[in-house]
């Protein structure tokens, strides 16, 4: 075990999903281990799935987790696309009890993209007021200002038009309502436009796995804010837990 190697695990709706991260690189070492998110995917059920990927991944050291809901001082608060009990849920208990005597550190899912970004991927998340978005079952973000973290954003839940914005462009509401990318791109362009109105931040950088199409739809948004693609795709939520493990980040 190098010290520059930390675990990571992305807690997602269809999947859990952790591996050893080389923090020089932002690269995972050896694979990725997936294990699919129990049903329901209660907080002793998730928690039981991440140490059997530990155990399976052979790691002892520091643990970064990703979760999507607002984390503050470890205590999980939303619970928009995950099993409702996580909300209010301790997650140092929870963990003490699951991983005894192991140090855990649990943040929101975004905010882990939007470091690894800031870190490792596209240099202008590193300059300026930047909104990185997460594009999947449900919208996440990230608000960063010169590289630095303003955790536990919620854009997805913005009204827009009378919806959530999350409810109106999500990756899975284009998939459920079979849209095509012309027809998505004017919903995403209709939540950036919100975003921009409010928050006028100089970039935004757009993740979640439809941004591995980015082509076909990024060109297509009509907003006044530049819009790049993530450069780490769906490495992000792994790669900021384990950051978040090595520098005892609980947002
Ligand atoms: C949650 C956020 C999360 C996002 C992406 C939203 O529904 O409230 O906490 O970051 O989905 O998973």
């Known amino acids: 075990m190098s010290e520059n190697h930390a675990f990571g695990v992305d807690v997602g709706g269809s999947g859990i999903k952790g591996a050893v991260v080389d923090l020089d690189t932002g690269e995972f070492v050896g694979d990725r281990i997936k294990i699919l998110t129990p049903r329901p995917a209660t907080p002793d059920a998730v928690a039981e799935t991440i140490v059997e990927i530990l155990d399976r991944a ?19 608060h939303l619970a928009a696309n995950i099993d409702p009990s996580w909300v209010d849920t ?4 929870l963990f003490a009890r699951h991983l ?14 939007g470091l690894a970004e800031a870190r490792y991927g596209d240099e202008r998340a590193r300059a300026g007021s930047v909104v990185l978005l ?14 630095e973290l303003f955790p536990n954003t919620e854009f997805g839940h913005l009204i827009v038009d009378g ?10 509401v284009k998939e459920r309502k079979e849209l095509s990318y ?19 931040p100089t970039l935004f950088i757009v993740g979640g796995g439809i941004s591995r199409k980015g082509h076909k739809w990024v060109p297509l948004l009509e907003n006044r804010t530049p819009v790049v693609q993530a450069k780490l795709r769906n490495t992000a939520g792994i790669v ?4 978040a493990a090595d520098q005892g980040l609980r947002p």
Not at 134 to 147: C, Q, R
Not at 163 to 172: M, N, P, R
């Open 90 to 93: 301790d997650c140092a208990g």
């Open 240 to 243: 900021g837990a384990a950051m």
């Open 58 to 76: 052979g790691w002892a050291g520091p643990v970064g987790v990703t979760l999507p809901s607002v984390v503050r001082d470890q205590t999980a």
């Open 182 to 200: 012309p027809k998505w791109a004017k919903r995403v362009t209709k939540v950036l436009r919100a975003y921009e109105d409010l928050l006028w």
């Open 134 to 147: 997460t594009f999947g079952t449900g919208i996440g973000s990230a608000l960063l200002h010169d590289g």
């Open 100 to 113: 005894p005597g192991r140090e855990v550190c649990v943040l929101n899912d975004a905010d882990a993209a």
């Open 163 to 172: 919806k959530e914005a999350e409810h109106l462009a999500s990756a899975a």
